[in-house]
């Protein structure tokens, strides 16, 4: 089974700065996928960035980037440069990546808030 | 391109009536997930459609849910009758192609349900 871990509380940053968001999972598969997705107020759920488990460097998408240890097992995500707009709650995902075609629902984790001030 | 849309954004129904929630993914998406987030917790999988096919239903609740595909479009989440505990957020998602690779999947906007 798979499982993915949140626990930071509220997190606050300042306009500009970076944050960092973290993420650590368990699982017995040997490849998955990790995934970030943004939720604000508004309720929608945005897709921001994808770690696979076999890629060699961390991904980056604009201003996140993902820290991926694997040995670790966690996949912090990284906001550089804080806008207002950053305001929202964050998830942490996985799935399987099973290449003949099964399962591939996605694994949350509880979620962080994020807050940022002007 | 739509995006995934779900109908109704907010259901407000008393306990032991009856709810369908109706999605419709992106266009050309085969798969279609259906999740739930109750509040305070994880968002929760419930089930898993390959066109018309279920994939994985492992994440229904019990069989007061019921969801269909008809034709492999849009899909409909019944929940007869609705208990307390089924209130949250129900998400729909979709997603281009299937088994490994990326393929981040697109998530509605949610209906809110609220069984009082």
């Known amino acids: 089974a798979q499982k993915i871990t949140q626990t930071q509380p509220g997190m606050f940053v300042q306009e500009k700065e970076a944050v960092t968001l973290d993420c650590t999972y368990d699982?017995?598969?040997?490849?998955?996928?990790l995934f970030w997705y943004k939720q604000p107020s508004s309720g929608e759920m945005i897709f921001l960035i994808y770690?696979?488990?076999?890629?060699?460097q961390n991904a980056t998408e604009g201003r996140y980037s993902l820290n991926f240890q694997k040995a670790r097992k966690s996949a912090n995500l990284v906001i550089s440069a804080s806008q207002l707009g950053d305001s929202a709650m964050y998830f942490c995902?996985?799935?399987?990546?099973?290449?003949?075609?099964?399962?591939?629902?996605?694994?949350f984790g509880k979620g962080i808030t994020l807050s940022v001030r002007p | 391109e739509a995006g995934v849309t779900q109908f109704p954004s907010h259901s407000v129904i008393e306990k032991g009536q009856t709810v369908t929630l109706r999605c419709d993914p992106i266009s050309g998406h085969d798969n279609l997930y259906w999740y739930r987030r109750v509040m305070g917790k994880e968002i929760k999988f419930l089930l898993h459609f390959v066109k018309e096919s279920k994939q994985d239903e492992s994440g229904m609740p019990n069989n007061r849910f019921l969801a269909e595909r008809t034709g492999g479009t849009y899909s409909t989440l019944k929940v007869q009758p609705a208990e307390l505990e089924d209130s949250g957020v129900y998400f729909c998602?979709?997603?281009?192609?299937f088994g490994g690779g990326h393929h981040e999947q697109y998530f509605g906007p949610g209906t809110r349900l609220t069984v009082t």
């Open positions: 995902a996985m799935r399987e990546i099973v290449r003949t075609g099964a399962n591939s629902k996605l694994t």
């Open positions: 998602a979709s997603s281009q192609a």
């Open positions: 770690q696979g488990s076999y890629d060699q």
């Open positions: 699982t017995s598969d040997p490849s998955y996928g």
